[in-house]
């Protein structure tokens, strides 16, 4: 398989992290696995396959555009044949804005988006058909989340909360940070939920998780317990009881079994 990694134009940069195209390669005609776990952003998937793509939780064939939510349950998606990808990674907190909905309503699930667009997505998936190349489909799928993009439903609070949580690998006292902003816990956590699609806890813990990713996946460690007190673990126990509940598998089995498949997400942080 064959990955890349793309930087949004600069107007999409406002609500998209990055792009991630994913092609099987010509010769392919095998099954392909694509291990999916935990980073912190919701996505736009958009996918083309002779055979479909599907979950190992469920045999129905997944839509070809769909939006999901924050992925906490590590997920494997699997196909046959020659298939292209492309993931636009969205920002934790633009849910809402781009399609006025409560982002906690599909946390670990997907969503059909002509479910959401009814009007739009059926003439772009037949311009998305018709595409002579990735590029096209990319600037296709661009221009469409410019159209419904709001300019004035941005959570301010919620962009700002999440970039410190980000900035700081988890690291944060969450106590701190609704004072800052002025706000109760309770109406904290609740506007949390509904805009990211977990608690401001859980993100953290996302953030910590992949900081940790990072370092497990480029070697940087002399011993996981290195890599458990830089990111913030009470011990190497606490860290390997982390990272099996985000990816299934202890960071040891990881190294050795699905590193080659954890290409779908980048090892990046949120």
């Given amino acids: 398989m064959n990955f890349n990694s793309i930087a949004p134009t600069l107007q999409l940069s406002a609500f998209v992290k990055h792009i991630e195209v994913i ?82 309503e599909i946390t670990d699930t997907c969503l059909d988006i002509s479910l959401l667009q009814p009007k739009e997505t059926p003439i772009l998936l037949e311009k998305l058909s018709e595409a002579a190349s990735v590029e096209n489909q990319i600037r296709l799928i661009s221009d469409f989340l410019l159209t419904i993009a709001s300019k004035d439903n941005s959570d301010l609070i919620l962009q700002q909360a999440t970039e410190t949580i980000i900035r700081y690998n988890g690291e944060v006292i969450l106590t701190d940070l609704h004072k800052k902003f002025s706000l109760s816990e309770r109406t904290f956590e609740r506007r949390f939920e509904n805009s990211i699609g977990i608690s401001p806890r859980l993100f953290a813990r996302v953030c910590r998780f992949r900081s940790a990713l990072t370092q497990l996946h480029t070697y940087d460690y002399t011993k996981l317990s290195d890599i458990a007190y830089e ?40």
């Fill in 23 to 104: 092609t099987s390669g010509a010769s392919l005609q095998s099954e392909s696995y694509l291990r999916f776990f935990a980073d912190g952003c919701p996505g736009i998937l958009f996918s083309q396959s002779n055979h479909g793509f599907f979950t190992d939780s469920c045999n129905e064939k997944l839509s070809s555009f769909y939006l999901y939510g924050q992925t906490i349950k590590p997920i494997n998606l699997f196909s046959f044949g020659q298939f292209t990808k492309i993931i636009f990674y969205l920002k934790p907190h633009v849910l809402g804005s781009l399609f006025r909905i409560n982002a906690s």
């Fill in 231 to 270: 990111n913030g673990f009470s011990d190497q126990s606490h860290f390997i009881r982390t990272f099996k509940e985000f990816t299934g598998v202890t960071p040891k089995l990881y190294l050795s079994e699905f590193e080659n498949n954890f290409a779908a997400q980048p090892i990046v942080s949120v």
